[in-house]
């Protein structure tokens, strides 16, 4: 068993008077965040702290709610706004040929069989996600890449060899952004 966290959402406010959260999950569907009976708060994973889940329910159209053992008033709950969620990597589900998004960070990646830079974050933008990569450090232009996270674009990812294959379509030369 590893003792790496996942980030899954934050606690975004406050319901009621008896400590009930308000919860945004970065999950997929966003009711999986529900499906932990254990999370752990803290604004980063060394600092965060392991509340078990009571309950975690949809809220119609507005999000999650959530009740955490140990959380019972409203004073209670305000103390834990902003804070994010994490979740043991061990209880995360992800198929053979599936991966989380954490896991790409630090993967190289190859355009042409030409390595362009290393991964350092996936952004969700609504329309689609975005993989961030960083130039390597011995790359004429220092800067970032701004990569669609489509089939078209991301065509090979092997978590084996740590490696994202891309293919930079017609005019997206316009997703690097130089840094001085």
Request: hydrophobic content about 40%.
């Amino acid at each position: 068993m590893t003792d790496t966290l996942i980030c899954v959402g934050t606690i975004l406010g406050v319901h009621g008077l008896k400590g009930t959260l308000t919860v945004y999950s970065d999950t997929r569907p966003a009711s999986g965040i529900a499906g932990y009976s254990c999370w752990h708060l803290g604004m980063t994973a060394d600092a965060a702290k392991a509340y078990t889940v009571g309950r975690c329910w949809q809220h119609g159209n507005k999000g999650m709610l959530a009740e955490l053992e140990g959380v019972t008033s409203r004073a209670q709950a305000e103390q834990l706004k902003k804070i994010k969620i994490w979740v043991s990597a061990d209880e995360i589900d992800v198929d053979d040929d599936e991966y989380l998004w954490e896991e790409l960070v630090g993967c190289d990646v190859y355009v042409d069989n030409r390595l362009i830079g290393s991964v350092l974050a996936l952004e969700e933008y609504g329309a689609q996600d975005i993989l961030v990569v960083k130039a390597p450090k011995d790359a004429a232009v220092q800067g970032e890449w701004m990569l669609p996270f489509t089939e078209e674009v991301i065509q090979l990812v092997d978590m084996q060899e740590r490696r994202v294959d891309a293919c930079l379509l017609d005019g997206m030369d316009a997703c690097f952004t130089p840094k001085s």
